[in-house]
């Protein structure tokens, strides 16, 4: 990506089932490690953009990365977090390049207004109450990197997506 882009530097991260599942009850219905690392190193260093109910499932503050969380909420607050009201005004807050990671809405939102995706394509139908919305056409594939299943791991794959010109 050059610094060009019409949307800067903004990227999606995002583990997704087969049939579309990002999440159960507030969690990922998963646990990769590998995946876990992945996230981190591709976030490292960048504004993270995510939805209230993704902020709520962290662990806590992601050390070395911004938090900006889009709520509807205007006295919503949280020690560490920047608070944004609108998908554009998120990424103004991001500056050029965020990293886009939840949930369902704000992906439906930043969708139109990403140049790559990372996602981590689970290859099994998993049950959950959160889908990833369809990416539409424009996209294609970069990067494959496949994953066997190895005990409760399930099979993977890390893809990277960017728009086509």
């Known amino acids: 990506m050059s610094g060009t882009d019409e949307v800067n530097g903004h990227f999606g991260i995002v583990a997704v089932a087969a049939n579309g599942v990002i999440g159960r009850d507030g ?10 690392k ?15 109910k993704t902020f709520a499932s962290l662990p806590g503050l ?14 919503w607050s949280a020690a560490g977090a920047e608070a944004a009201h609108d998908i554009g005004s998120a990424l103004a807050l991001a ?8 949930g369902a809405e704000v992906f439906a939102q930043a969708l139109p207004l990403l140049a790559r995706l990372e996602l981590t394509e689970i290859h099994a139908d998993v049950v959950g109450d959160t889908a990833l919305p369809p990416l539409g056409d424009g996209w294609r ?3 494959r990197e496949e994953h066997p299943a190895i005990g409760e791991t399930p099979a993977y794959a890390f893809v990277r997506f960017e ?3």
């Open 27 to 36: 969690a990922l219905p998963w646990h990769i490690p590998a995946d876990l």
């Open 38 to 52: 992945r996230f981190k190193a591709l976030t490292s260093g960048h504004a993270m953009v995510m939805g209230r």
């Open 62 to 75: 992601l050390p070395g990365r911004r938090h900006i969380v889009l709520t509807r909420d205007a006295g």
């Open 95 to 102: 500056g050029s390049d965020a990293a886009i990671i939840g």
């Open 141 to 143: 594939e970069m990067f």
């Open 163 to 165: 728009r086509a010109a």
